[in-house]
């Protein structure tokens, strides 16, 4: 089976997007039909195209938590990532989930699937989830996987915020520097002269 993003109209004529799993394009839009849907667009998930995109680390820090909550709620994993890729608002992100889900109804473990996308998730991150599911703690590992991104993303806001003072003042005095030298300077030489 392979995801595939889709937007079609609903009987009140708005427009909705989603994403749904299908062997084919054809039974993708049956699907949607069913869904009492009329396909608007219908498009293949491709894992090579979203591989070139990097996400937001941000967006893996609330996807993370919320996977770690859900998952905390006894909420199985394919279910998890599916409500998780329906509410990102991230496209890529979402159709990296949507694929990620696939490879787990086929059978593949988690961290294995999660390598795929390694401009997405880091080599520690899915060594984790690895270990996670190995053991059977993926929701700790999730859990301690988010406190560590939120505090990782809580000190980059802090060195950035501690760093904007120095560098407008360095830049300002080489302004001022430049200024000196360009303007001033030469009009005290012509004085002197």
Same mark, same amino acid.
């Given at each position: =089976?392979?995801? *595939?993003? *889709?937007?079609a109209f $609903?009987?009140? %004529? !708005?427009? #909705? #997007?989603g994403y749904l799993s299908a062997q084919s394009e054809r039974e993708a839009r049956k699907l949607i039909k069913d869904l009492n849907l009329t396909p608007l667009e219908v498009r293949l998930s491709n894992s090579k195209i979203i591989n070139k995109y990097k996400v937001k680390n941000?967006? !893996? /820090? !609330? =996807?993370?938590r919320q996977l770690s909550t859900l998952l905390d709620a006894s909420?199985? +994993?394919d279910d998890s990532i599916k409500i998780t890729a329906d509410q990102t608002n991230n496209k890529d992100l979402?159709?990296?989930? *949507?694929? +990620?889900?696939e490879d787990i109804i086929q059978g593949k473990r988690l961290g294995n699937s999660m390598k795929d996308y390694p401009k /997405? @998730?880091?080599?520690? *991150?899915?060594?984790? !989830?690895?270990? %996670? $599911?190995?053991?059977?703690?993926? %929701? =700790? /590992? @999730?859990e301690r996987l988010s406190h560590y991104l939120e505090e990782t993303e809580d000190i980059k806001k802090k060195v950035i915020s501690a760093l904007t003072y120095p560098i407008i003042l360095i830049g300002f005095s080489v302004l001022v520097i430049i200024g000196l030298l360009a303007f001033v300077l030469p009009e005290v030489v012509g004085i002197s002269t």
């Amino acid at each position: =089976m392979a995801a *595939y993003s *889709y937007s079609a109209f $609903d009987s009140k %004529g !708005i427009k #909705k #997007k989603g994403y749904l799993s299908a062997q084919s394009e054809r039974e993708a839009r049956k699907l949607i039909k069913d869904l009492n849907l009329t396909p608007l667009e219908v498009r293949l998930s491709n894992s090579k195209i979203i591989n070139k995109y990097k996400v937001k680390n941000k967006d !893996i /820090v !609330i =996807m993370t938590r919320q996977l770690s909550t859900l998952l905390d709620a006894s909420t199985s +994993i394919d279910d998890s990532i599916k409500i998780t890729a329906d509410q990102t608002n991230n496209k890529d992100l979402s159709s990296i989930l *949507y694929n +990620i889900r696939e490879d787990i109804i086929q059978g593949k473990r988690l961290g294995n699937s999660m390598k795929d996308y390694p401009k /997405v @998730f880091n080599k520690t *991150y899915t060594s984790l !989830i690895t270990a %996670g $599911d190995s053991s059977g703690n993926l %929701g =700790m /590992v @999730f859990e301690r996987l988010s406190h560590y991104l939120e505090e990782t993303e809580d000190i980059k806001k802090k060195v950035i915020s501690a760093l904007t003072y120095p560098i407008i003042l360095i830049g300002f005095s080489v302004l001022v520097i430049i200024g000196l030298l360009a303007f001033v300077l030469p009009e005290v030489v012509g004085i002197s002269t």
